[in-house]
């Protein structure tokens, strides 16, 4: 069993900076890719950012590419996102994912998911 617990959330002005963390518990964190995903209000959820098992690769949606930055120390068994230039559009619920199969940036390829911390940017 894997649970992931995400922390690090809250409000926000635009332009400002948030910095998320996924603590991670259960069997080979380390040998995971890991990702973040959000869910704004009445809208699916989307990729943001993965980080392969070794932190060699990262990944990123156009939308959050030279803002957000994804990193893990796996001697920690934790996941990092942080947020800088943050802008309305941001706002959504944030989960942490791990990744199981198939292309990073589908939702359906995750099977084990944190509860989510919401992060609101205000105008």
């Known amino acids: 069993q894997v649970q992931l617990v995400e922390s690090g959330g809250g409000l926000v002005q635009a332009g400002g900076s948030l910095r998320l963390s996924c603590a991670a518990s259960?069997?080979?964190?380390?040998?995971?890719?890991m990702g973040w995903l959000r869910q704004a209000a009445g809208k699916g959820r989307e990729f943001v950012a993965g980080?392969?098992?070794?932190?060699?690769?990262?990944y990123y949606a156009d939308s959050v590419k030279g803002r957000f930055t994804i990193s893990r120390d796996n001697a920690k068994d934790t996941v990092y996102l942080q947020m800088n230039s943050l802008k309305p559009e941001d706002t959504a619920v944030y989960y942490c994912a791990r990744h199981y199969s198939g292309s990073y940036y589908y939702p359906a390829s995750y099977d084990y998911w944190g509860q989510g911390t919401q992060v609101t940017v205000s105008s």
């Open positions: 259960g069997r080979s964190f380390s040998s995971y890719t």
């Open positions: 980080i392969s098992w070794s932190g060699g690769s990262t």
